[in-house]
């Protein structure tokens, strides 16, 4: 049977607030779909979704509706209108998070202050100006308790200057110098070695990437663009604030 997939906004559904029981054979059904219809697509995880029938399906950092039986796939967000409230929005955020963290922190190249309160995670271009505008004033975040993880985006793609000033940073005995020196335009002998960059790249198009810097909160929230140090410390307060008042 021919496949067929439909991307809307689902709304104004009555059982949005009921917890689907999970079919059995649903996971299997779903599993032999993707494959069918999505070659190397593995999912993470397949759980019930608030709707029955429907069940979330989890790959990196996206997330898919599919209906029990393999054959409808939506994409897009789940809205609870009788709480006005985003149901999918926090299970992708959950998502990012987790991919961040499956690359790790030794594969990134971090800024740490003294006392860190936050940390936000920074795809890069080391030619960008907004990016190096935002590097330029990495004290500036330091002095907010904030820990800046970078990851490379070289929006030109593999094989670009950026790409190989990336490497090259990666690659330096001290990445954190290099990349400062990078960032203002200074050259950086050429080196290759193992890397993360492709890795980087391909999360940041995962997650969405429309330019550089993008900032991902500790939360998982996207922050297209720069923004200054006072302005990233009031959205990471107020992040913390709202998760532990929910969390009560």
């Not at 890795?199 to 922050?223: F, S």
Request: charged share 25%.
């Amino acid at each position: 049977m021919k496949k067929r997939f439909l991307t809307f906004m689902i709304a104004g559904l009555t059982a949005v607030s009921a917890v689907a029981a999970e079919a059995p054979g649903a996971t299997k059904a779903i599993e032999d779909s993707l494959k069918l219809a999505l070659p190397g697509m593995k999912p993470d995880s397949i759980k019930p979704s608030p709707i029955s029938g429907l069940y979330e399906v989890m790959v990196g950092p996206k997330l898919f509706y599919v209906s029990g039986d393999g054959n409808y796939l939506i994409q897009g967000s789940l809205i609870d209108v009788k709480a006005k409230e985003d149901l999918t929005e926090p299970r992708v955020a959950e998502a990012r998070m987790g991919a961040l963290n499956k690359v790790g922190g030794n594969r990134m190249i971090s800024f740490k202050p003294k006392i860190t309160k936050h940390h936000a995670y920074v795809f890069t271009d080391i030619d960008c100006g907004y990016c190096r505008k935002l590097h330029s004033e990495i004290d500036q975040y330091g002095k907010e308790g904030i820990e800046i993880s970078y990851l490379f985006f070289p929006r030109a793609g593999e094989g670009s200057d950026s790409w190989k000033k990336a490497i090259s940073v990666w690659c330096s005995s001290d990445r954190n110098g290099a990349l400062t020196k990078a960032k203002k335009g200074e050259t950086v002998e050429s080196k290759s070695c193992d890397n993360p960059v492709a890795e980087h790249y391909a999360l940041g198009n995962a997650i969405g990437a429309q330019g550089t810097p993008m900032i991902v909160t500790e939360k998982g929230n996207v922050l297209p663009g720069y923004v200054p140090a006072k302005q990233l410390a009031k959205i990471l307060e107020t992040e913390a604030s709202t998760n532990k008042s929910a969390s009560r």
